[in-house]
């Protein structure tokens, strides 16, 4: 999940009104920003501080971010035309920033480093959109009415998104969170015939590199046995379905990351610790839970609730008898 963010007084002061895509051409601002929550907690992972849409403003996708909104993209994705401008990526010539911040970080860095990469649908959906969108009404237009051009549009991310994260394993990264964040929007068979392939291909594309990867979706409670059979060592659970029951659905030969409400956390202490324990009971005490949030951190959470959230999980766990 996201790590840094506006909910850090000292990201905010740091990252002024700049594009948070120039903030990624940075290097040295993306390992001091990376860097950030490390200092406050004791978390036991590191996530690159980077955006899904990195990879396609390198490949000459003219996107920006505007804060409050999300990703927008001055002219969508609509025609056949429009998916041969996505060449695929050359991440030493195309990112090479967020590598070389990668192989920093590795110096600085006691925890293991995630680096990270949007999914072909959720990148698409900017892409068709022209921004965030709640219903996805023209993405499930496309790709509903035109098998051929949704294929080649899902292909084309896939040659942007595989070498990105094969990129990133190179420069340093030990472990690889893909995020199909809004995927959860489509029915068990459209996913299946219209994504599962070119997941699957996406995640073929990484086996050789040996690193874990997360495979992370929001509101995916019907499809989480479909995605665990397409991919990943670890499936990221949201909130919205209890976590043992989650993993029954992907089976426990994988792990599970989550999944707590991050809304809860702006409740009082309480809350956070009765949610927190009820998530560590029904994990269990098992091998391959990772505690986390079922999505990212939001801008109003009280810095010091996460610190101490981290803090009770590991004093929790470790009481446990493993
Ligand atoms: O350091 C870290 O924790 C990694 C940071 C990270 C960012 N984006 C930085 C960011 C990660 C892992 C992402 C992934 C990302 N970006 C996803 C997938 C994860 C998810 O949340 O579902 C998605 C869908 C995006 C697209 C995107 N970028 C959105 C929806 C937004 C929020 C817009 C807003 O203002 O509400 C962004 C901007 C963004 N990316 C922020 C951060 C910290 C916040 C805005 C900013 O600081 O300028």
Redesign the pocket.
């Known amino acids: 999940?996201?790590?840094?963010?506006?909910y850090l007084p000292e990201?905010?002061k740091l990252?002024g009104d700049?594009?948070?895509l120039e903030?990624?051409k940075d290097p040295s601002q993306v390992v001091e920003?990376?860097m950030q929550?490390l200092r406050r907690m004791d978390l036991d992972a590191?996530?690159?501080?980077?955006?899904?849409?990195v990879p396609l403003a390198g490949v000459g996708v003219d996107v920006h971010?505007?804060?409050?909104?999300?990703?927008v993209v001055d002219t969508p994705v609509r025609a056949e035309r429009d998916i041969e401008r996505l060449r695929p990526l050359e991440p030493e010539q195309d990112v090479p920033e967020t590598l070389e911040a990668i192989r920093l970080l590795r110096e600085e860095l006691s925890v293991p480093l995630i680096g990270?990469a949007?999914a072909p649908f959720?990148l698409a959906s900017?892409l068709i959109e022209g921004g965030?969108s709640r219903t996805h009404e023209r993405t499930k237009g496309l790709m509903h009415g035109d098998h051929m051009a949704w294929d080649a549009l899902m292909r084309a991310l896939v040659a942007i998104v595989v070498p990105h994260l094969r990129a990133q394993v190179e420069a340093g990264a030990q472990a690889l969170?893909v995020?199909d964040?809004?995927v959860g929007a489509l029915d068990r068979d459209d996913y299946r015939r219209r994504v599962q392939p070119h997941m699957s291909s996406l995640f073929s594309g990484l086996v050789d590199l040996g690193v874990p990867v997360i495979h992370?979706?929001?509101g995916t409670g019907e499809l989480l046995g479909q995605m665990a059979i397409t991919g990943g060592q670890v499936l990221g659970i949201d909130w919205r379905v209890p976590i043992d029951e989650a993993w029954d659905r992907v089976g426990h030969d994988r792990a599970v990351q989550g999944n707590l409400d991050p809304a809860v956390l702006g409740a009082p202490w309480e809350m956070v610790e009765r949610k927190t324990l009820e998530i560590l009971r029904r994990a269990g005490g098992r091998d391959g839970h990772i505690f986390n949030l079922g999505?990212?951190?939001l801008?109003d959470t009280p810095p010091d609730v996460l610190a101490r959230l981290v803090d009770f999980v590991h004093a929790e766990t470790e009481r446990r008898p493993a």
């Not at 590191?46 to 849409?53: H, N, P």
């Not at 971010?65 to 990703?71: L, S």
């Open positions: 999940m996201r790590q840094a963010g506006r990201y905010r990252r700049r594009d948070i903030t990624c920003i990376t929550p590191a996530i690159v501080f980077s955006d899904i849409m971010i505007e804060p409050g909104r999300g990703p990270f949007g959720t900017y965030p969170q995020f964040s809004w992370f979706g929001v999505h990212g951190v801008p």
